[in-house]
């Protein structure tokens, strides 16, 4: 094997002689995902809300088993309707007016998940906001205008807020402990390959000049 031969070996015996310069790599890239975690990404907060569909003031007891679990049924079969009155367009400008939300249709769409509890009665309302006060205030607001709207339209009142959106206790994003462990392995591959070109691109520098 010639002198400008690629040998494993050697690769392997020039990467552990750079270990000083793979762990700097590795501290900086634990450094610079740091700062960018901790001081310059955005938090951003999930919230949920939610409300009921159905009658309070008839409860399990004052009608026989049949009767109740008819009723019960008929309030699942419109489940979809109310999610589709949630999501109108006429619930989404009212409750953007109500909060003061500045929210394109793009936002709302990326921002604000509406979905329905399969087998219950209960559609969630889940907004993920940076201005977690913004968040609350939209995410109990869509509670409230899906209820007036949806009244307005049936002619009957249905809906009961069951689930405020509070503050939660953290965000959802930046993921600290996340972002590091990427910012380190990042930087350790970035030195990794920077020290195997070099040894490759030399090794056949020298073999060319061989030749």
Do not use: C
């Not at 790599?25 to 907060?45: C, N």
């Not at 990794?192 to 000049?209: A, P």
């Amino acid at each position: 094997m010639t002198e400008s031969s690629i040998n494993i070996t050697d690769l392997f015996e020039t990467i552990l002689k750079k270990w000083k310069f793979l762990l700097l790599a590795l501290v900086l890239g634990v450094a610079a995902s740091s700062v960018y975690s901790f001081l310059l990404a955005k938090p951003v907060y999930r919230v949920t809300s939610s409300l009921y569909v159905g009658n309070p003031e008839i409860e399990e007891g004052e009608k026989d088993g049949f009767e109740y679990k008819r009723e019960v049924e008929s309030f699942m079969l419109l489940m979809p309707t109310y999610k589709e009155i949630a999501e109108s367009n006429a619930v989404k400008l009212a409750v953007m007016e109500a909060t003061g939300a500045d929210w394109d249709d793009i936002e709302l769409e990326s921002n604000v998940t509406i979905y329905h509890m399969g087998g219950t009665q209960v559609l969630k309302f889940q907004v993920e906001s940076s201005d977690v006060q913004e968040a609350i205030s939209v995410a109990n607001a869509f509670v409230e205008i899906t209820k007036s709207v949806s009244q307005e339209i049936r002619g009957i009142d249905l809906v009961q807020p069951l689930d405020r959106a509070v503050k939660p206790d953290y965000p959802i994003s930046p993921i600290h402990t996340n972002n590091i462990i990427l910012g380190a392995v990042l930087g350790l591959l970035l030195a990794l390959g920077f020290v195997v070109f070099k040894e490759v691109f030399q090794k056949l520098r020298k073999r060319k000049i061989s030749l």
